[in-house]
């Protein structure tokens, strides 16, 4: 029977795979019945230890997940991946799991027989470098690709990059303090099992506690594994191991190891990458015995930008620093033509290229067009560069998100014939009544459109979803040009592009002072604070909007159901946002200004100058200062560090509602006495002024 003989052909080609110790893409193009007799047939001749299948095909001596449970494989090792790509795909947990495929073994690709979607096209033109065993051909046909050089690779030690690693976070902890490591690696290298071994080790060998943070703890799944396997014990709940020795290794996240304080004689920071540098910085400047590693490229994905920007800062700040890089796959040899393949298409190793000219006066913003397949590709890899240098958390899923969304645009600077910078945006809202009435009372929530439902389902009004909007998901520029103002241009020129109907510009992001300021500079206004903090930057989601046309006449509501929540949330769900950051967002350009009478204003001047009471006034003063701010920050040009200590201290006290011994700590007062006259003289200087006359 035919598909005995080509059953046969995968054996030959897996033979020739374990010589090399690499992996072989081979695509099985033929009807779904051969298929599946050509891969139960394969199973008998050879019998494999773990074999997956991805997607709903069932094999008797395989396991069959869904592409989107792939990612739970991570960890585990398999000697036989069977891919349909007729089955829903997710590319996340594609490329994920195909790491867990070791050297000598075979990826076979059923292929999608009906590719529709621009995704699917580009898979199908992805596999035409595979080797192709077809039902209606007796011989294997070769590409010419690098699948069929096959050749013999000398024996090595795949462990002792490994070794090295634990040695040298060994000697992070034994060594001089204030001498952080760097590991960095590409994906299947071990960084993290060298991560779990070496804390595993540590905890066992003495009384020591080693904290592991990450941006989540999905993150750091495999190291736990690995720790526990060291120990011999089983993995325990909450990501937390404890000895009876008392040492110990547990995960916290990144925000919470900054806002307390932690015992922690070890530090070690996986996926330091997807870690905003802000908060990296401040970890090694708290914490002093610290290990950081990274993937370099893959689905986590950072590329360069990270390795560059933090090295740099490391140079300045610790300049005994070590840095040490994994190269030596652990599951597969060097040069292995299945990995090269995963980057290329996924575009996991795209890399910024350097710029010939400094002269960007040729720049013009362009939305690619990516049904043009003869520029989308190379565009493609140029502009998730970019993305993946300005510290953006990419992924394989997005690539292909790109692909099918028509919501989606992707806009390019081109200068000199190069990519300079690049925006995606989602196109939102047009939605008719009958959907916004569900969104409103929670019963359905449509996919996308994230700014026009959040206010939707806030404010009780449609208006902000009837309207067509753009929504800048990423910004980023070469970092050749930055500093030159070639993202407040982008913008310009990205509102000037926009259809007619486009009624306004939006962005969601984690807020932080920087980059609030960068987005309020360009016209942008916030509209809405989340009430959850991220947990890997600690920040605050905000929304902001940008006008286009008169059809943003809600707004002004947004505005102000921005500041009276703010008011009321201040003190608890909003406590640990910057005060300096509170005050901006409490500024609303269309507030009303509270009108006070005389003798509230005597009451308040009664008090800076000893009268009446603290707990009398502070509701005054807070309402006294959320009325002016507008007017007490337009001297913000003028004012010194002095001035928003002040500022900030009246907030603490009026609308945070901090206690007097939390408010001494924070800006280093001796004592209530102390801080008290600081508040009185600050109210006076700053709110007084605004009485009118």
Known sequence: MPYRSHAQQLLILQSQAFQSQHRIGVILKGSEQWQQQVLQHLGELHRYQRALV?????????????????????????????????????????TAVTGTLKGGSLLLILPNTDSVQFSELWMARACQSFISICESSPSVIETGSDFTQVQTIPAVDRFSQQRQAIE??????????????????????GKSAALGIAAAQIIKNSNKHVVITAPSTQAVKTLFEHASKELGIAPQKGYHLCLETGASLRFIAPDELLRDSVNCDLLLVDEAAAIPLPLLQSIVERYHRT??????????????????????????????????????????????????????????DA???????????????????????????????????????????????????????PNIRLYQVISQQQVVGVILGYREGGLNESQLQDIQLGKRRPAGHLVPISLVSNLADNRPALVASLRVMRIAVHPETQGIGLGSWMLSQLASLQEPEV???????????????????????????????????????????????????????????????????????????????????????????????????????????????????????????????????QRSAEYDAKDYADLSLIADLSIKKQSWAKVCQEHGFTGRKQAEAQYRQAISYYLLTTQPV
């Open 351 to 405: 890399e910024i290229e350097s710029l010939s000219s400094n002269d960007y006066s040729d720049a013009k913003l362009l939305e690619l067009d990516i049904t043009d397949s003869t520029h989308c590709v190379t565009s493609l890899r140029k502009a998730f560069a970019l993305l993946v240098n300005a510290h953006y958390q990419t992924s394989p899923n997005d690539v292909f998100q790109l692909l099918d969304d």
């Open 54 to 94: 991805l997607g709903e095909r069932t094999l008797s001596y395989a396991e069959t997940v869904t592409f989107k449970q792939a990612r739970q494989k991570l960890g585990q090792e398999s000697d036989l991946i069977v891919a349909d790509l007729n089955c829903a795909f997710d590319a996340n947990g594609f």
């Open 503 to 633: 009624a306004y510009l939006s962005t969601s992001f984690g807020v932080n002072s920087e980059l609030f300021n960068f987005w309020c500079n360009n016209g942008f206004e916030a509209v809405r604070l989340g009430s959850k903090q991220d947990q890997a930057s600690g920040c605050f989601s905000v929304s902001m909007v940008k006008a286009l046309n008169s059809l943003v006449g809600w707004k002004e509501d947004a505005q102000r159901q921005l500041q009276i929540h703010l008011i009321d949330t201040a003190s608890d769900i909003h406590l640990n946002l910057p005060t300096t950051l509170l005050l901006r967002l409490l500024i609303s350009e269309t507030q009303n200004t509270l009108t006070l009478n005389e003798r509230t204003y005597k009451l308040i001047s009664n008090y800076t100058l000893g009268g009446a009471s603290f707990e009398a006034t502070r509701i005054l003063v807070q309402q006294l200062l959320v009325s002016h701010l507008s007017s007490v920050l």
């Open 291 to 348: 290990c950081f590693a990274t993937t370099v490229h893959g689905y986590e994905g950072c590329g360069r930008g990270f390795s560059i920007k933090f090295s740099a800062w490391l140079n300045q700040h610790r300049p005994g620093w070590k840095s040490l890089k994994l190269t030596q796959p652990i599951r597969w040899s060097l040069g292995d033509p299945v990995e090269a393949w995963l980057f290329d298409t996924f575009l996991l």
């Open 168 to 189: 040298a976070i060994h000697k992070v902890l034994s060594g001089h303090r204030k001498r952080p490591l760097v590991i960095t690696a590409d994906r299947g290298r």
